[in-house]
């Protein structure tokens, strides 16, 4: 029987939860990483409720990624519909 290391750790989650996904694991790490952890000194659970959706929004459509080309989601999705000649949807 393998015993993992202190510092390792295993999946949060149990068998059926979103938890128990590696794509969810890694956003949640990185949320986790990038606003909880980073901030910090929340005073109650509605400061860290709105900066959650400020993140969400800021994760979705400004923040640079590699799939896209180093650029924001939103611009890579206008540049596709601008390509496709197709409108993009609002928000």
Do not use: Q
């Not at 400020?54 to 979705?60: L, P, R, S």
Request: aromatic share 10%; with cysteine.
């Amino acid at each position: 029987m393998h015993n993992p290391p202190e510092d390792e750790k295993g999946s949060v989650g149990s068998k059926g939860d979103s938890f128990d996904n590696a794509a969810a694991e890694s956003l949640n790490s990185l949320y986790k990483k990038e606003l909880i952890d980073f901030r910090g000194g929340w005073e109650n659970v509605m400061d860290v409720t709105i900066a959650t959706m400020e993140w969400v929004a800021w994760y979705n459509t400004e923040r640079i990624h590699s799939y896209c080309g180093n650029i924001p989601p939103r611009e890579y999705e206008e540049a596709f519909h601008r390509s496709r000649g197709t409108a993009t949807r609002a928000g």
